[in-house]
């Protein structure tokens, strides 16, 4: 069908009414041909048409190895075409291959392999070729290939073990299939192996661990991979994981190291996270036009991070933008050029957070603009054939003729090529062909045919003559005239059998040959003739249209609020055109009506009787005709025809008549009568009890029955006086209690259960404690409740030793050796008889201090701020008690002179059970230390060891300490400094760095300057005038450099090239007085101004604009004569002071007491706030540390000391975060060391030689002096 290329609205004027004709003005235009079945097609059997490709095998052909392989290859054209075939680019003979077949009246190919032929035989790249005598169109180049699903190689994996919180990846590396192969992971059973934010399958198919838990350990982590084409899945060799905990790792460890081997027994803590792919901080990716872009990021970390994910230059796509492995991957589909950019993942725990920039740029494979399309010309036109495409980058435009290139094809004098286009000048019919453009890039290619057909053929109307069209009034009606013809045919319509020509501006013709009438009114009626000609003839066809009048519902059915029981009638009158037919419908609720005989029609009427509940809703009248449908809608609300009063609905009413029966020594039936239940059924009884004897008002839960059971077999206790009460409950709620029954009294008999939480524990050396939980009265089972103490030595000979006591709940026994194990019986008893015999409990006698010191201590130094003790273990009989651990108390090494001086400060760390080894955190760089080691048990602290020295090695230096700039001129500023702190060796020297900043707060270029060690005062020269510096500040050792400190500071205005702010009297000739401001500041305060005096202000700067000055006048206020009085001479004044004195004097005395008895404060603060990464590598071996303690606060200070009067331990002092190690003295390490416990710090007098001191008074020393 011919299809002319515009849209074209025909406006006409009607001035004096000359007929006027709508035409279509001839245009060159793609043609084609109707080659399909149907009248159209059989109209134009006799016109020649070059080939067109139909259907094809896709570009990459992946086939089934098992199955025969079909290659598409469908064209149509007339003549119809003949093919061929090339493969990997020669002629492919398929008459010389008895596996090949060609498909009857097609190309496509058919290679039997399932009879003997191997797939892999035919691997390669085959084209299609239709041709006849007009032209030959070509397929894309189909490579085909077979699915592969090969085997993992053979390979050992050797079992995993790791430490709790580890991370972990575990390969996968799938062989090498075609088409790539699905991966997941299974168990031995086949089941999937959960994942989480911590557990996940990375793209590339291994699995990530972000940290290990032991429930992570299992022998069967197994990789399988699917191959969808062929159906198979492969299987890995299993991995084996176990996850140990540190306490197992310590074990296995011992058993196979040696002791100083023993130290890389650690314990994973918790860290901040690092990304286990991709690596790096940076990282490129590329994806093609329209495909899904995947970003991964997946992190370990403890506790397991958090990914986000950002666009940096901008947001990521709403709509196309997805989230998947629990936010590891980021999916965007259908990605265009605009996606490309930085993307940056975010991983994030509480310890910190990383992140990961992902440049991502987007690449296109060739797509098309506009593709070229086919051409139908008469002899003697002129035509285009337009291949325009675009990709990234830019693709290369190629053309061929009939599959051959146009460069070596056969010269046709009507074409020219002008790069994407092909011009056509009057074309003659030799010009006929198919053209193939061809248009690729490195990412891939387009292949489109389009043919040139050039024809001589007068017009010809497709569309079936006498067409009736039916419209209904005021809608559009659209009249169609198919055509074809070469040259492109113009069209005309006429209304009428007279020729009266389309007139006024109601009509719109269509590029394809249609006539549309927007709005179809009863005049629009009648017979219209659509004309088509070109130069070669003349064709028409007339069709014929019919405006009918709508469908309308003149009576609509209504709103309805009928009663239950009753009748409801809803009526819909419809009125249509006489000649159309309605069919009237009713629906409920948008659906067909019940089917219940109380709902009938009749004729306009619904009616339904005997209204329910249910019949309650929205009731549809809908009328169809052939050609419109209408619809009305009307409620129905169904109502109750007599309310009647609700029930009440409340808690049931509490039984009555409670009786006791069937009375033995354990058991007694309880019967009683229920009450009214208030409309909501009892669902269940609960029956309690009270002792009147033991617990008298005090009620206990007994029993719980069902709601319809009004009677219960109860089981009673020895000597017991009870009473029983009986509830009810419903859905409402519970009863109130009934009255309670008469009270029985159970028979005394022996107790049937012994006193619980028996304990022996001495706590003196020759004592022994036994403590037990009483029986309470409803236990005793009787009168002249007592108990039987028992005890005896565990290990020897001794018969059993017995006393009975009173209802108390301790006995000591005395007399006993130091610390022997006992065993110890408790059995309670009464009047009527003994309980059963109880189990024997082991205890101990009291403990004393141990009498043997740790020996052969040796220490190492594992760096400036870290030291590792080792001990020999002392003999368990000289503990002397439950061994709880070993302490180390260590303190600063003084020279004889300064420990004569100053007390020494000792700290102590304690470790738990029986470790040999620890760690000693916070030691301060270049310094001496010693140190002891005691036994410990649950009396105390055994002798000390022998004083063990070592020396720690240089670290770098803390901050210098209170930097100054001083003395700003115009081109120079003095920096003033005092020594670090803490410098933690010998300084080298100091490194100043500087740059200026300007009015936009960008920073200028960085100067470096070197200063000796042994200054504490620079000028620096030459500077800007009026010139804002930022410093850099630190000092470095022969280790590394230190913390730097920072200042800025402005030098001043340049005062010979800028008018000085002027104040002068705004009264009078006087004198201005002046006054110079600092560049850098934005007001500036008069003094000593008159009251009630005006004055006039003027302030003037001068920049790289020039001089700018303004001037304003004020006024000062009134003067106000002065009432103030001075307090200070008022007696009420003075008696206030004196009582502040005086509480201030009573809570420095209390302090003094209170601290006297020793305190703890926390470093974690200052630690957390100053962490020094030199120790990060340590903090695995040494878990965590705690708190320091004064044993006394007679601390005296000294100029320059290196602990804080604040009693805080400042980043200078311990490089070790002493929170990381533990809490306080009861502190605890683990079998390699780790520290579990606390920290803490004693400071012990050494006598003072001498009054002399040079230093400053303690504030504790002179308020003892003041006591």
């Known amino acids: 069908m011919v299809q002319p290329k515009i849209m074209l609205k025909k406006k006409h004027s009607s001035a004096g009414r000359a007929p006027l004709i709508l035409f279509l003005c001839q245009m060159v235009n793609a043609l084609d041909v109707p080659l399909d079945h149907g009248e159209k097609a059989k109209l134009l059997d006799d016109l020649v048409q070059p080939p067109t490709i139909t259907q094809q095998s896709p570009k990459n052909y992946i086939i089934d190895p098992r199955e025969n392989i079909v290659i598409q290859c469908e064209a149509k054209g007339k003549p119809p075409p003949s093919f061929s075939w090339t493969r990997n680019g020669t002629h492919f003979d398929i008459d010389k291959d008895p596996l090949v077949t060609m498909k009857h009246g097609s190309g496509t190919l058919i290679i039997n392999i399932m009879a003997e032929g191997k797939a892999e035989t035919y691997e390669g790249v085959y084209q299609c070729t239709a041709r006849n005598e007009r032209g030959a169109a070509v397929s894309n180049s189909i490579v085909v290939r077979p699915s592969r699903s090969p085997l993992w190689t053979k390979e050992r994996l050797e079992p995993i073990i790791l430490r709790n919180g580890q991370s972990l990846v575990l390969p996968c590396r799938p062989p090498i299939g075609l088409p790539p192969a699905i991966i997941f992971w299974m168990d031995n059973s086949f089941q999937r192996l959960p994942q989480s934010e911590r557990v996940s399958q990375g793209l590339n198919g291994d699995l990530y661990f972000s940290n290990v838990l032991p429930e992570d350990t299992r022998e069967d982590y197994i990789c399988y991979a699917r191959f969808n084409h062929t159906q198979t899945i492969q299987q890995k060799q299993p991995i084996s994981l176990k996850v140990i905990s540190v306490d197992e790792l310590n074990d296995t460890i011992a058993a196979n190291l040696s002791d100083t081997e023993f130290y890389g027994a650690k314990s994973s803590k918790e860290r901040s996270p690092t990304f286990l792919t991709p690596e790096g901080n940076e990282s490129v990716k590329e994806e093609l036009r329209g495909n899904t872009l995947s970003l991964e990021c997946i992190a370990e970390g403890l506790p397991t991070p958090i990914i986000y994910w950002i666009k940096e230059d901008g947001t990521l796509p709403v709509n196309r933008t997805f989230y998947r492995n629990f936010k590891k991957t980021l999916q965007i589909t259908h990605v265009s050029e605009a996606d490309s950019g930085n993307y940056q993942c975010i991983a994030k725990n509480t310890l910190g ?123 559009p009606a659209l009249l169609d005239c198919a055509f074809f013809g070469s040259p492109l045919p113009t069209i005309e319509w006429f209304k009428g059998t007279r020729g009266s020509a389309l007139h006024e501006d109601i009509y719109v013709l269509h590029d394809n040959g249609t006539l549309e009438i927007p709005v179809a009114q009863k005049d629009s009626t009648g017979t219209y003739t659509c004309v088509a000609r070109n130069k070669l003839g003349m064709a028409k066809n007339e069709v014929h249209l019919e405006i009918k009048d709508p469908t309308r519902i003149i009576k609509q059915p209504e709103y309805a609020v009928v009663q239950r029981g009753s009748k409801v009638s809803f009526e819909c009158k419809v009125k249509h055109d006489q000649t159309l037919i309605p069919t009237i419908l009713w629906l409920k609720d948008n659906g067909e009506l019940p089917n219940d005989e109380r709902f009938s029609i009749d004729k306009d009427h ?95 839960h007994q029993a719980e029955v069902s709601g319809t059971q009004t009677t219960a077999q109860l089981k009673l206790s020895p000597y017991v006086n009870y009473s029983f009460r009986v509830m009810a409950e419903n859905n409402i709620g519970r009863s109130v209690p009934s009255e309670a029954s008469e009270q029985y009294l159970t028979k005394a008999a022996e107790p049937d259960q012994n006193p619980t939480a028996v304990e022996g524990l ?83 006698s009291g403990e004393d201090l141990p009498m043997v010191a740790p020996g052969n201590v040796r220490v190492i130094v594992v760096n400036s701020t870290l030291a590792e003790v080792h001990w020999d273990p002392v003999p368990l009989k000289s503990v002397r008690g439950h061994l709880q651990g070993y302490r180390i108390y260590y303190w600063k090494a003084q020279s004889s002179s300064k420990r004569n001086r100053r007390h020494i400060e000792k700290k102590i760390l304690t470790f738990q059970g029986s470790k040999t080894h620890g760690m000693l955190p916070g030691l301060q760089p270049y310094s001496h230390y010693a140190l002891n080691v005691r036994v410990i048990n649950g009396k105390g602290e055994g002798p000390a060891s022998t004083d063990k020295s070592f020396h720690t090695p240089e670290g770098v230096p803390s901050a210098p300490s209170n930097l100054k700039i001083v003395n700003p001129t115009l081109d120079s500023l003095t920096l003033e400094w005092d020594p670090p702190s803490q410098p933690n060796g010998i300084l080298t020297e100091y490194v100043l760095k500087y740059q200026p900043i300007n009015s936009t707060h960008e920073l200028g270029p960085l100067v470096d300057l ?178 320091y303690s004064d044993a006394e606060d007679h601390k005296p200070l000294k100029k320059g000391s290196r602990t804080p009067s604040d009693r805080t331990v400042k980043k200078e002092d ?54």
């Open 353 to 475: 957070a990383i992140h990961h920039t992902i440049s991502v740029t987007v690449k296109a494979a060739p797509y098309w603009i506009v593709a070229p399309q086919n051409l139908v010309l008469s002899p003697g036109e002129n035509g285009t054939l337009v291949c325009r495409a675009n990709g990234n980058p830019k693709p290369r435009i190629g053309w061929l003729t009939n599959g051959v290139p146009i460069e070596i094809a056969p010269d046709d004098p009507s074409r020219k090529i002008d790069g994407d286009t092909i011009i056509f000048s009057n074309v003659q019919e030799r010009s006929s062909a198919v053209y193939q453009c061809n248009a690729s890039n490195e990412y891939g290619y387009l292949l489109a045919n389009a043919f040139v057909n050039v024809l001589a053929e007068p017009p010809r109307i497709l569309t079936s003559p006498n067409t009736l069209y039916q419209i209904i009034a005021n809608r």
């Open 606 to 700: 619904l009616v339904v009787t005997d209204v329910s509940d249910g019949d309650g809703g929205i009731y549809t009248c809908a009328a169809n005709t052939t050609l419109d449908s209408v619809s009305a809608s009307a409620v129905l609300r169904v109502v109750a025809p007599t309310p009647t009063p609700a029930p009440i609905y409340d808690v049931p009413n509490p039984p009555f008549d409670l009786e006791l029966t069937n009375q033995l020594d354990k058991s007694i039936q309880l019967t009683w009568t229920p009450g009214d239940d208030n409309n909501s059924p009892i669902t269940k009884f609960i029956i309690e009890y009270e002792d009147a004897m033991h617990e008298a008002g005090l009620w206990h």
């Open 1214 to 1267: 311990s490089d070790d975060s002493l929170v990381d190690y533990g809490e306080g003295v009861n502190g605890q390490f683990n079998e390699d060391g780790s520290f579990i416990g606390q920290y803490s710090g004693k400071k012990e007098k050494e006598p003072a030689e001498g009054n002399e001191s040079s230093e400053a008074p303690s504030p504790v020393n002179a308020m003892n002096s003041f006591v």
């Open 1010 to 1187: 070197k200063i000796p060690a042994n200054k504490t005062r620079w000028t620096l020269k030459n500077l800007n005038f009026s010139t804002r510096y930022k410093f850099y500040f630190y000092a470095q050792t022969s280790v590394g450099s230190g913390s730097q400190i920072t200042e800025e500071a402005v030098t001043t205005v340049d005062e010979a090239g800028i008018l000085p702010p002027d104040v002068g009297a705004g009264k009078g000739k006087e004198e201005w007085r002046k006054e110079i401001v600092n560049g850098s500041r934005s007001f500036f305060g008069l003094k000593g101004l008159m009251p009630g005096t005006a004055y006039k202000v003027r302030v003037g700067a001068e920049g790289d604009s020039g001089f700018v000055s303004s001037e304003d006048v004020f006024e000062t206020g009134p003067a106000m004569a002065s009432r103030q009085v001075d307090i200070a001479t008022q007696g009420w004044f003075i008696g206030l002071m004196c009582a502040v004195a005086l509480l201030i004097l009573i809570l420095l005395i209390v302090c003094f007491i209170r601290r006297n008895k020793g305190g703890k404060y926390p470093v974690k603060e200052k630690e957390d706030a100053h962490a020094d990464p030199e120790i990060q590598p340590m903090k695995e071996d040494d878990g965590t540390f705690g708190e």
């Open 762 to 844: 001495g706590t003196e050396p020759d004592n022994l404690v036994i403590t037990w939980k009483p029986l309470n009265g409803f236990e005793s089972n009787g009168p002249g409740l007592q108990y039987k103490v028992s005890w005896r030595q565990k290990d020897g000979d001794d018969e059993w030793t017995s006393v009975v006591v009173a209802n108390v709940s301790k006995y000591i026994v005395s007399g006993t050796p130091t610390f022997v194990p006992y065993l110890i019986k408790v059995q309670a008893l009464n009047d009527v008889g003994f309980a059963p015999e109880p189990a024997a409990v082991l205890g101990h």
